[in-house]
């Protein structure tokens, strides 16, 4: 069954700086992943996804995400925090065997906070 | 309207009260989902509909019912709630293309059960 790890529950960064979301996924087929942001009182919203195309995949609001099947990883980062980036983010990949539909399974989350 | 919308944002209710949720999808999509976010639990899938049908079941307990009339409205309906069911309550929506379709977010509704 497919499954994900988020490392790191919270993560701080000073505005301006390199963020780093970790996410390691288990999967027994090449897998969908995808990287949603959820800001306060708010549902979630897609920052990118990776459907086999490309490995690098750029997303909306400067973010990107490597696919790297070797590590099993597909870590988010953005070169440059700006204070707007604070917010909770979920990496979530694709159960393939469901029958069509898209059936998430999310990791934990990553609570990023974004300091002066 | 536009994107997911969900009614209401906020209830309370004791656990001898029956209420529903709705959602409305002004999207054009062919299946819609209901999950549960409780603090410090991932994400859980509830329900999913395709194509009008329930495809989906996720042993959720029979206190939560959903009905989906149509594809553009999901109802959850609520009865005898425990306050561990408390929770924000997110209903999803997407166009089905095996496996890499984007799913659609509401903002929720901030559940209580007292």
């Known amino acids: 069954a497919q499954s994900v790890t988020q490392l790191g529950s919270h993560v701080s960064v000073s505005e301006g700086a390199l963020v780093l979301l970790r996410c390691n996924y288990s999967?027994?087929?090449?897998?969908?992943l995808f990287w949603y942001v959820q800001y306060p009182n708010q549902g979630l919203q897609l920052l990118l996804k990776?459907?086999?195309?490309?490995?690098l995949v750029k997303g909306i609001n400067g973010f990107e995400a490597e696919f790297k099947k070797s590590e099993t990883s597909f870590h988010l980062t953005k070169p440059s925090a700006h204070m707007s980036d604070a917010a909770e983010y979920f990496c979530a990949v694709s159960d393939s065997g469901s029958g069509g539909y898209n059936k998430l399974i999310f990791g934990a989350g990553t609570r990023l906070a974004v300091h002066p | 309207e536009t994107g997911v919308t969900q009614t209401p944002r906020h209830l309370v209710m004791g656990m001898t009260n029956k209420k529903s949720l709705k959602c409305e999808q002004h999207?054009?999509?062919?299946?819609m989902y209901w999950y549960k976010q409780s603090a410090k639990k991932p994400l859980e899938l509830m329900f999913v509909?395709?194509?009008?049908?329930?495809?989906e079941n996720n042993s959720v307990p029979s206190r939560f019912s959903p009905e989906c009339p149509n594809s553009s409205h999901l109802f959850l309906h609520l009865h005898t709630l425990q306050p561990e069911d408390s929770a924000l309550y997110l209903c999803?929506?997407?166009?089905?293309?095996?496996?890499?379709?984007?799913?659609?977010f509401g903002p929720g509704t901030r559940l209580t059960v007292l």
């Open positions: 990776y459907t086999s195309a490309a490995t």
């Open positions: 999967s027994s087929v090449p897998p969908y």
């Open positions: 999803a929506s997407s166009q089905v293309s095996g496996g890499t379709d984007t799913q659609y």
């Open positions: 999207l054009g999509h062919n299946a």
């Open positions: 509909y395709s194509l009008e049908e329930r495809v």
